[in-house]
């Protein structure tokens, strides 16, 4: 059974500081990582993608890889109340059939604090 | 672009009825994906499909769930007899398999919220 692992939070950060959010994957084949930002009533839109090891910056957003340890993250600079949301960590597996699908973390309700 | 398309976006029926959920994907995409989200689960993908040929149903939770996808901008989720417990919020994505490696970047719809009473 291929996971995607996320502490579901809630994780509270005060406005202007930096939000740090973690995930970690089992399939150690897996070749493309997302992150997705889903307020609450709405539908998840995508806000970053990373497909090799290292960092990939846009914005205030970060999200880093680590393909070794089977680990990604997504740092948020200069938090902002608007950023207030659940993230969801989704991964695209690398086994037989997997032609499109993702496999979505259960996401970490993020809280910034004016 | 108007995105992906779900309707309706609120349904409510009563134990045992049939519930029809359709979806409009992104023209031009070859994928689409049936997601279920509760509290308790999360974002369970049901079944997808490429082409319009399902690929894998495999999350489709019983018999009692049925997806079509007639032709290349429409698709179906159909519930028979619903049942309280699928109540949820259903979503639709869609997404195009870029030439490069496995882009797999899933668009979503707005989703639409079933309640079984």
């Known amino acids: 059974q291929k996971e995607v692992e996320q502490n579901s939070g809630p994780l509270s950060v005060p406005e202007g500081a930096i939000a740090s959010l973690n995930c970690t994957y089992s399939d150690r084949g897996s070749q493309s990582f997302f992150w997705y930002r889903q307020y609450s009533g709405k539908s998840p839109e995508l806000i970053m993608s990373i497909y090799s090891n290292g960092d990939k910056e846009d914005g205030r957003f970060t999200a880093q890889l680590n393909k070794a340890s089977q680990y990604v993250s997504l740092l948020i600079r200069d938090s902002q109340p608007s950023d207030s949301a659940t993230y969801l960590c989704?991964?695209?597996?690398?086994?037989?059939?997997?032609?499109?699908?993702?496999?979505f973390g259960k996401g970490t309700k993020l809280s910034v604090k004016p | 672009d108007a995105g992906v398309i779900q309707s309706p976006r609120h349904e409510v029926t009563e134990m045992g009825q049939e519930v029809t959920l359709r979806c409009k994907p992104i023209s031009g995409h070859d994928y689409l994906f049936w997601y279920r989200q509760t509290m308790m689960r999360g974002l369970e993908l049901l079944i997808y499909?490429?082409?319009?040929?399902?690929?894998?149903d495999s999350g489709m939770p019983e018999d009692r769930f049925s997806a079509k996808m007639p032709n290349a901008s429409f698709s179906t989720l159909k519930i028979q007899p619903s049942e309280p417990r699928d109540s949820a919020v259903y979503f639709c994505?869609?997404?195009?398999?870029?030439?490069?490696?496995?882009?797999?970047?899933?668009?979503f719809g707005a989703g639409t919220r079933l309640s079984v009473l």
């Open positions: 989704a991964v695209h597996p690398n086994y037989g059939g997997s032609q499109g699908n993702l496999i």
């Open positions: 994505a869609s997404s195009l398999r870029g030439e490069a490696l496995a882009k797999n970047i899933q668009y």
């Open positions: 499909f490429n082409n319009n040929v399902p690929i894998d």
